[in-house]
């Protein structure tokens, strides 16, 4: 698989031209610019979707017109940029939405990519629940991204400190690290 670079001028071209409005970088490609990478299928982009004028219904069209209008092939739900599976991912309205407008834009050299803060990515992951995203949250808390202080107050914002709690519970942080 070629580099996520491509993927990233990809998406920086896709807004340039107006495909979609913005974009950011979630899963476990966004955390690896964080913490450890871990082992990924594919990339999860968010993007911000609204109805078009006149219609009731949010579609993905014309950003799936211009992927393909620039050879990049549709797979099941991911289109193929650079040899990764890429999946776009609509918005929605909370965190998801919140998490792509105060995405950070990393400097990577050449380019920019716009990836989600994690305290987004830990939120979302605390939200999912599923083992691995457990593990995210275990991660992102021992790499010091969530200071009770500041993660308390965000998470009460969307409605996931009951889920903190339990997390914490579940989880205890290790005093010794």
Known sequence: MEDIVTVIRTLNEMERDGAIERYAIGGAVAAAFYLEPADTVDVDVFVPVSAPSGSLVVTLDQLAQYLTRTGHEMKNE?????????????????????????????????????????????????????????????????????APEVFEPFLSRYGLLDRWK????????????
């Open 78 to 146: 991911y289109f193929i940029i650079g040899g990764w599976p890429v999946q776009f991912l609509p918005s929605s309205p909370g965190l998801i939405e919140d998490a792509i407008a105060e995405a950070e834009e990393l400097d990577l050299g050449e380019i920019t990519a716009r990836v989600f803060r994690p305290i987004h990515l830990a939120a979302i992951a605390l939200q999912t629940g599923r083992s691995k995203d457990k593990l995210r949250v275990v991660q992102f808390r021992e790499a010091g991204f969530l």
């Open 166 to 177: 339990a997390f914490m519970q579940q989880f205890p942080a290790d005093e010794n690290a």
